[in-house]
């Protein structure tokens, strides 16, 4: 079954505490991206990543680290989580200019 | 940034009824997309129409765009209560980027 998933689906964290997000694709696409939702604030994009080792800054990298080791990979990493990071997270992956398919979101709250 | 903008940001309407949302934007695009999200849930896509396309349908999905006026509108028809839930457009400026609306909160009351 094509997917998009994501770990852990819930995460309750303390200030400071590095955390990474997996997020992992079995349709073979070329772009993955991080998004974080938060109320009123639509979506915003975190990272993206156009291919192997290639990635790029969204609306809002502060804070946040990603890598594309592998094609089917994308973690989003958080060094030093702060409350303001406390949100829902979510994983996308397409061909370029396709279809976006989503994760399941990833719901991080940070002490 | 966020430069598309959905209009309204919440509608409420009688089950049977149509519902029509407007998405505007700013940049010229490849495609606008429009996607479903239930409440906490990840997005799913409902629909893609390219940039010379001016109208296109799924079910009871009916999306237009216009270039123009840099627009678009999603109408559902005959509404079911599963339709509740928020909607997103989504414009794609360039191959690897999509940028994305606020969303319209849709509630369909039995």
């Known amino acids: 079954e094509a997917q998009v998933t994501q770990n852990p689906r819930y995460l309750i964290t303390v200030t400071g505490k590095k955390l990474t997000v997996t997020c992992s694709q079995n349709?073979?696409?070329?772009?993955m991206s991080w998004y974080r939702q938060d109320p009123g604030l639509g979506l915003r994009q975190i990272y993206y990543?156009?291919?192997?080792?290639?990635?790029d800054k969204g609306d809002v990298p502060e804070g946040y680290k990603v890598s594309r080791k592998e094609k089917r990979n994308f973690p989003l990493i958080l060094e030093s989580p702060s409350p303001n990071q406390t949100s829902l997270y979510f994983c996308a992956s397409s061909f370029p200019s396709g279809t976006q398919y989503f994760g399941p979101g990833t719901r991080l709250l940070v002490l | 940034s966020q430069q598309g903008e959905e209009d309204p940001q919440a509608l409420s309407i009688q089950e049977g009824e149509n519902a029509t949302m407007n998405c505007s934007y700013k940049?010229?695009?490849?495609?606008l997309q429009w996607y479903r999200q239930n409440s906490g849930r990840g997005l799913v896509h409902l629909i893609l129409i390219r940039s010379n396309e001016r109208e296109k349908h799924s079910g009871r999905l009916r999306v237009t765009l216009d270039t123009s006026k840099k627009s678009s509108s999603l109408l559902i028809t005959a509404s079911r209560a599963a339709d509740t839930a928020s909607y997103f457009c989504?414009?794609?400026?360039?191959?690897?980027?999509?940028?994305w609306g606020a969303g319209t909160k849709l509630i369909i009351k039995p």
């Open positions: 349709m073979n696409h070329e772009y």
């Open positions: 990543s156009m291919n192997v080792e290639v990635t």
């Open positions: 989504a414009t794609d400026p360039s191959n690897y980027q999509l940028i």
């Open positions: 940049t010229s695009i490849n495609n």
